[in-house]
């Protein structure tokens, strides 16, 4: 069992930055794919970024060249580095734990907001 804490979220103003941070207690967090998804209302869940244990990360293309994901497996964390955000970037970000990189989130926090506005 896996369970994950994010924070960070809050209220930016376009152009801004935040930093999301997950907590993973489990040792099966460290050996597989974390990652993180949002989802913002009426839109569908969507895939931001997921990064192996050994560092090899994928993002969206929205996102690509703004967002930064990292890990520390000895800690178990995953961070997300938002930059240049946009308006469009706002949603409720989960972090996710994987078992593939393609694959569906086996475990999900409970999200953190984001939201983007001046």
């Known amino acids: 069992q896996v369970q994950l804490l994010e924070s960070g979220g809050g209220l930016v103003q376009p152009g801004g930055s935040l930093t999301l941070s997950c907590a993973a207690s489990?040792?099966?967090?460290?050996?597989?794919?974390m990652g993180w998804y949002r989802q913002a209302p009426g839109k569908q869940r969507e895939l931001v970024a997921v990064i192996s244990r050994y560092g090899v990360a994928n993002y969206a293309a929205a996102v690509a060249g703004r967002f930064t994901i990292s890990r520390d497996n000895a800690k178990n964390t995953v961070t997300l580095q938002m930059n240049s955000l946009k308006p469009e970037d706002a949603a409720v970000y989960y972090c996710?734990?994987?078992?593939?990189?393609?694959?569906?989130?086996?475990?999900r926090g409970q999200g953190t907001q984001v939201t983007v506005s001046s």
């Open positions: 996710t734990v994987s078992y593939s990189l393609n694959g569906e989130p086996a475990y």
């Open positions: 489990g040792s099966s967090a460290s050996n597989n794919y």
